[in-house]
C-alpha cells in the first residue's frame, strides 16, 4: 500500500517511524510519503491561506498548492491500482469506523490532506473527485486544530491491518469493534497482584467455559459504556 500525506506541518508524522508501522514501512509493507504543502507554492512567501470569501472569522486554505499537490500525487498511483482514495479529515465528514479502517485497508493508494485553520477552499473537493475517490471523514464529534492528529489515527488504523504489519494476524479479530462489541478484559501473570485475584475461569483451562464468559464480559462492557452498539435485542436485554 502506497500512503502519501499533505500537510503544513510534516514533522507531525515523525511518529511513523516508530513500532509496527516504523518496521512495516522498513520491510515494505507500507510505502509511505510525508509532503510540505508549502511546496506546491509560487510566492516568496509560500502562501497557503487566505481570507473568506463572505466574510468571517480565521482563514481558508487556498485551492492553488492543493491543486497542484493533488495533480502530482494522483499521478503516481500504479496503473494497476486505478484511482487513488483521497481522504481529507473534516468535522464534517463521515464518522471514521473499524470498518472504514477495513474498507480503506484494501485500497492500494491512499492520499491524505491535511487542513488548518478553518478549512479548505471547497472547490479542492469538488476538482480532487476528477482525480479519485474522496472521502471527507470524521474521528467523532468535536473540532482538532488541524487534519494531522486525525490522519494519524486513521494510519494507524489502517496501516496495522494490512496484511504483514501486525505479527500475528488472530490478534486482530479479537479487538474491540471488530465484531460490533468491545473487547473483553484482559490479564497476565501474577495471578495475584495487591490483592486482586484473575477470574477463575481463566485459569481453569476450560476453553469453552472461557470463550463464553468472555463473550459476556464483551456484552456487559458494551452495554454499559457503548449501548449503541448492540443490536436491539442485546440492548433491551440490558
Not at 46 to 57: K, L, S, W
Amino acid at each position: 500500500m502506497r500512503i502519501d500525506v499533505v500537510s503544513i506541518f510534516p514533522s507531525y508524522f515523525d511518529g511513523l517511524a516508530l513500532s509496527l508501522l516504523g518496521r512495516a514501512r522498513a520491510a515494505g509493507l507500507l510505502d509511505l510519503h510525508v509532503h510540505d504543502l508549502r511546496d506546491w507554492t509560487s510566492d516568496r512567501h509560500r502562501t497557503v491561506d487566505d481570507t473568506p470569501y463572505g466574510g468571517g472569522a480565521g482563514m481558508v486554505m487556498k485551492p492553488e498548492p492543493w491543486g497542484l499537490a493533488l495533480d502530482e500525487l494522483a499521478g503516481t498511483t500504479p496503473a494497476a491500482a486505478g484511482r487513488p482514495t483521497i481522504v481529507f479529515p473534516s468535522p464534517a465528514g463521515e464518522v471514521f469506523t473499524q470498518a472504514t479502517a477495513r474498507e480503506l485497508s484494501a485500497r492500494e493508494h491512499l492520499i491524505f490532506g491535511c487542513g488548518r485553520y478553518e478549512g479548505i477552499d471547497e472547490r479542492v473537493f469538488e476538482d480532487a473527485a476528477g482525480l479519485g475517490e474522496v472521502r471527507l471523514i470524521s474521528l467523532g464529534d468535536y473540532v482538532l486544530n488541524g487534519g494531522e492528529v486525525a490522519t494519524m489515527a486513521m494510519i494507524e488504523a489502517i496501516g496495522r491491518l494490512v496484511p504483514g504489519v501486525v505479527g500475528n494476524p488472530d490478534s486482530l479479530v479479537e479487538e474491540s469493534h471488530e465484531d460490533g462489541l468491545l473487547e473483553y478484559p484482559s490479564y497476565t501473570k501474577p495471578a495475584l497482584w495487591r490483592d486482586r485475584a484473575v477470574p477463575d475461569v481463566l485459569l481453569s483451562g476450560n476453553h469453552g467455559a472461557i470463550a463464553g464468559w468472555r463473550r459476556e464480559q464483551q456484552l456487559e462492557r458494551t452495554r454499559l459504556r457503548r449501548p449503541d452498539l448492540l443490536p436491539t435485542d442485546d440492548a433491551d436485554e440490558g
